[in-house]
């Protein structure tokens, strides 16, 4: 059974411990070899209040330690080889993060290289230099409207109605009920909504995204560049020249600035029938691309769909939590 050397420092953490000690061997069975594909998409310098599932760079360094000491971190590539292969290792792992936030390369690099673990960032490029996504001007705009000391935000003339900001709590309510209402917009709707967002609050967010100069840093750096879409759509919304339009252009683009294939694929939001279908599926294929990663819960084997693999978003904050949960996923989910 893996031992983890990481510090236990409480005595619930400590009482949790043993009781996963006993567990752990059967957690640890499994009719074949599986892979866990972590998802992250930021990790930050300190806390933010308005992102709190956001790790931060010590807490992502925990968990990096997990990997390192109690599973076999593998690259995407490597993995699926290997998943061919029937050669998997037990407790194989691979990390990945979506969207391509600057923060990947300045933050969360220097952890990965610490612990030797491979990642893959799949980058939607309609972002790269000098943009934001939707959601993350969203955030921001609540963020500048509770600090001015706003009680309300009234978007009744954009039909998104009033919204409490006196305080983080109702902040972060408000953020995700807009978050809801705006997401399966059509693109242009949601443009028009977010823009109407900025003009009442008086906000402009700026970049958070990689430039094209550190997107060829990260690659030198040895970490996969993978594809998700060019503007962040939600595929099964969209006809299906514009969705083969919004992966094609991902792919094409990444491919120029990177000068070396695209080979890898992630459905924004990721949810099989809800965010993209058989199609996008079919289109990935046609395209050229080797695999494409989703949402959807599980662990991978040799019997998984490589067009839709699942991966597992690790929201737990303590290493052993974070640990239990992700051996748990692999053996109910998997």
């Not at 960032?121 to 509770?146: C, L, P, T």
């Not at 967010?205 to 840093?217: N, Q």
């Not at 252009?249 to 099989?272: C, H, I, M």
Request: hydrophobic content about 40%.
């Amino acid at each position: 059974m893996p031992t983890c050397r990481g510090d236990v420092k409480t005595r619930l953490e400590m009482r949790l411990f043993r009781q996963a000690s006993c567990c752990l061997p059967y957690m640890l069975m499994a009719s074949s070899p599986r892979l866990s594909i972590l998802n992250y998409h930021r990790v930050l310098t300190k806390r933010d209040p308005l992102r709190p599932f956001e790790p931060t760079a010590v807490e992502f360094s925990r968990k990096m330690e997990v990997l390192a000491k109690c599973f076999n971190p593998v690259g995407l590539a490597d993995a699926l080889t290997l998943i061919r292969q029937k050669k998997l290792p037990k407790r194989a792992v691979c990390v990945t993060f979506d969207d391509g936030y600057s923060d990947n390369l300045q933050v969360a690099l220097p952890v990965l290289k610490r612990w030797k673990i491979p990642a893959t960032v799949f980058v939607s490029s309609g972002y790269i230099d000098g943009s934001s996504m939707w959601n993350d001007r969203v955030i921001e705009a609540v963020r500048q409207w509770m600090g001015n000391g706003n009680a309300h935000l009234d978007l009744s003339v954009l039909s998104l109605g009033v919204h409490s900001c006196s305080n983080i709590s109702d902040s972060l309510g408000t953020i995700y009920r807009l978050l809801e209402k705006i997401k399966y917009c059509s693109a242009d709707k949601r443009q028009t909504l977010v823009e109407g967002i900025e003009r009442k609050v008086g906000v402009n967010t700026g970049s958070l995204m990689m430039t094209r100069t550190e997107l060829k840093k990260l690659y030198s750096e040895g970490v996969t560049i993978g594809a998700h879409t060019h503007t962040h759509p939600i595929l099964s919304g969209l006809s299906e020249g514009a969705s083969h339009w919004e992966i094609a252009t991902s792919k094409a683009l990444l491919e120029s600035w990177l000068q070396a294939p695209v080979d890898y694929f992630a459905y924004p939001n990721g949810r099989f029938d809800r965010d993209y279908g058989l199609l996008q599926q079919e289109q990935v294929k046609s395209l050229g691309f080797k695999a494409a990663l989703s949402t959807n819960p599980g662990a991978a084997n040799e019997r998984s769909n490589i067009w839709q693999l699942p991966r597992f978003t690790p929201w737990d904050k303590e290493s052993l939590k974070f640990m239990l949960r992700l051996m748990l996923s692999r053996r109910l989910l998997g």
